[in-house]
């Protein structure tokens, strides 16, 4: 007896306001969450259940590695065309990159050098229009639309520090007011840096940053210290 799975049907979604022009390319050139939403009983379909070879899933993988999945947090959808202009005047690459491909709001970005891909991820978020643009690495079996960027990583600096807390302990305790730390930037030669502490920092999209927090120092005094994002 054949062996029936369920699969989720839904609408597919051609429209919605669009920024800019598609164009058809030559080649068919943070942190994120897939998720599954449990479909309706009217929705649930039966049919055949298909597999690939490892060889077969594997022929996109090595372009795929120089990938990065692009999101645009905004109720405006930019086309390729337009997303290639700005990424072009904004990223200052060694090599080139291509919008690969989109769907709604997720792009596809091809690096031709993998180090621009992995400096576009350290320098975090930056804005087209006024909208976020979001990055994060390619990660196998990715579907975009089941694709959801609830968190990304950003460069933070907190000012108003006395000079015992330029520390990487002391920078990973004081960033969890702000999110999960990544990286304490501490500068390894002198003359260091001592106007602020910068801080790696992966935070929510669904919670508003803070503008900074009291600290209170050893005689019992409380200060404020300010937050400034880049």
Not at 72 to 91: C, E, I, K, P, T
Not at 195 to 214: A, C
Request: aromatic fraction near 12%; proline fraction near 3%; charged fraction near 25%.
């Amino acid at each position: 007896m054949a062996t029936v799975y369920l699969r989720e049907g839904g609408w597919t979604d051609s429209s919605g306001a669009e920024v800019g022009s598609e164009y058809s390319e030559e080649r068919r050139s943070f942190r994120t969450t897939q998720v599954f939403h449990p479909p309706s009983r009217h929705h649930f379909r039966s049919g055949l259940s298909m597999e690939l070879d490892d060889s077969t899933w594997q022929l996109e993988q090595h372009e795929l590695e120089r990938c990065l999945i692009g999101y645009v947090a905004d109720v405006r959808r930019f086309g390729s065309y337009l997303m290639q202009m700005h990424v072009n005047d904004l990223w200052h690459l060694e090599g080139s990159v291509h919008v690969y491909d989109r769907s709604k709001n997720h792009y596809v970005f091809l690096f031709e050098r993998v180090g621009d891909m992995h400096r576009i991820v350290d320098n975090g978020p930056c804005a087209i229009q006024g909208a976020l643009l979001i990055v994060d690495y390619w990660k196998p079996d990715l579907v975009l639309d089941r694709l959801i960027f609830n968190k990304m990583m950003i460069w933070v600096q907190l000012y108003g520090l006395p000079l015992e807390c330029f520390t990487e302990e002391a920078g990973v305790r004081l960033g969890r007011a702000i999110g999960e730390v990544v990286k304490v930037d501490i500068d390894s030669l002198m003359p260091r840096n001592i106007r602020f502490l910068r801080l790696r920092v992966w935070v929510s999209l669904d919670k508003p940053l803070i503008s900074g927090f009291f600290l209170k120092f050893p005689d019992g005094q409380q200060y404020w210290i300010s937050c400034r994002y880049e």
